[in-house]
């Protein structure tokens, strides 16, 4: 049975507007009633059974995208920009790996953030925080900071022209393994870490010339599985979006296929573990430094009661210089309670910190030792090292520092309106470092 939003509401959901108008509210979540789902149930079940497969270490999860979508980013380039960057990362992890890799976009759902304080000051001015597309504006004056319920109306809109380009692109023939060279063709020119990989470009079609010589020519080739993912943060939305399954009588979310919980939103007895333990999606939980094995356990009992494979995923937040410390308690006290998960790590989010002039941003080196200490607590353990969750751009933005390319100049691209991305040449370096931690585990 879903819990009703009254119900919700009365756990005293966290990171929820104030919305100024209650009635605005009511219209916005009865008109995303009537609208079709974004996804679909048995799309949902195809990823549940692809994570399961993470879970057992038979195949590795690449989930990444911008930290929140923005409505004027919904644009065929810059949908086919991440795209591209995504792709290009899981042809390296495949291919140097030699794993499967589940291709999971933060993407077509994400633009709702959670935030430290409600309010924001600036210069004697005090408004309300921005919190997202899917709430308020993110210029700081009074009308755009108003947080406005007609928001998740378009965030519906914004999601199915997203979600539709993206099912063009994956399998219309752009991103055809067999035409890898035309996804990268100035990346390769300009980029370090581009020059590696049209090495493993170059291999992958000497790799297919021989199977075509073979008589080999499949049409799995042609096209790849893509799926949506977002942080399950506005209830309204949400709850509009949840669905009773015409096959099995049983309910999804629609707006995405994997939908996870955040650190700040995972309380046991809170309105979106109450949510998400009704759905049949696939659900991830954010586990932060603060995460105690008794919280995990706990949380698994509530979200996966029937221990089904694939169901839940641990992505884990706890920064460079506290993985090693913190996550081998945690992951072998979940295991030895015999909870199976995919545990997959998000280094981004532990590591943040303001630069001199200002900037938010993150260090290449602390992103790349959080995943680097990972590793080395699951082959420490004897479990596998499913994933990464990592924000991430197809453009050449200057938002975190460091990588092959040396970035130190923060002002002459920063675009997020959130926190910051890797860009298109980190992202595949990354992806490179990550695909030799594989090899060794």
């Known amino acids: 049975m879903i819990p009703t939003l009254e119900d919700l509401r009365a756990r005293g959901a966290a990171q929820q507007p104030t919305w ?10 009865a008109r995303l009633r009537t609208l079709p789902p974004l996804v679909f149930a048995g799309e949902c079940d195809t990823l549940r059974d692809q994570l399961a ?8 999860l690449l989930q990444g995208g911008d930290c929140a979508e923005t409505f004027a980013g919904v644009t065929a380039d810059n949908v086919r920009n991440k795209l591209q960057v995504l792709l290009s990362m899981a042809v390296v992890l495949t291919y140097a790996a030699a794993v499967p890799v589940v291709k999971v976009g933060r993407i077509a759902g994400q633009y709702a953030k959670p935030r430290s304080a409600d309010l924001e000051t600036r210069d004697g001015v005090t408004l309300p925080a921005y919190r997202g597309d899917a709430v308020n504006g993110f210029a700081f004056t009074p009308e755009s900071r108003r947080p406005d319920p007609r928001r998740l109306v378009e965030v519906y809109h914004a999601s199915a022209a997203t979600l539709n380009l993206t099912r063009a692109f994956v399998t219309g023939g752009y991103a055809d393994l067999r035409q890898v060279h035309a996804w990268n063709t100035d990346f390769v020119r300009t980029s370090p870490a581009g020059k590696r990989y049209e090495l493993v470009a170059g291999e992958i079609d000497r ?15 042609a096209s790849v599985g893509f799926y949506s993912s977002h942080e399950a943060l506005l209830l309204e939305y949400e709850h509009a979006l949840t669905r009773i399954d015409s096959r099995t009588q049983t309910p999804y979310d629609v707006s995405g296929h994997l939908l996870w919980i955040g650190d700040r939103t995972r309380q046991l007895d809170g309105a979106h573990v109450e949510l998400l333990s009704r759905v049949r999606n696939p659900i991830g939980v954010k586990l932060g430094p603060t995460s105690t094995a008794d919280d995990a356990i706990a949380l698994a009992a509530r979200l996966d009661p029937a221990h089904e494979p694939g169901r839940l995923t641990f992505i884990t937040r706890m920064g460079a210089a506290r993985v090693r410390d913190v996550l081998p308690e945690l992951v072998e006290k979940v295991t030895a309670a015999g909870v199976s998960v995919a545990w997959v ?14 900037y938010k941003t993150r260090e290449f080196d602390d992103v790349i030792e959080e995943v680097r200490g990972f590793f080395e607590v699951h082959r420490a353990l004897g479990t596998w090292p499913g994933g990464v969750h990592v ?14 390319s040396n970035l130190a100049d923060l002002a002459s691209r920063y675009e997020t309106h959130c926190d910051p991305r890797l860009n298109r040449a980190q992202s595949l370096e990354l992806a490179f470092l990550v695909a030799q931690m594989l090899r060794a585990a």
């Open 345 to 358: 790590c998000d280094p981004m989010h532990g590591n943040t910190f303001e630069s001199a002039d200002g």
């Open 207 to 221: 790799a297919l010339a021989f199977m075509a010589a073979c008589g080999i020519d499949p049409d799995e080739f």
């Open 20 to 29: 100024p108008d209650q009635g605005e509210v009511d219209v916005a979540v």
């Open 53 to 60: 497969a993470v879970a057992r270490g038979e195949a590795f």
């Open 391 to 404: 924000e991430l751009t197809g453009d050449d933005v200057t938002e975190c520092l460091g990588g092959g």
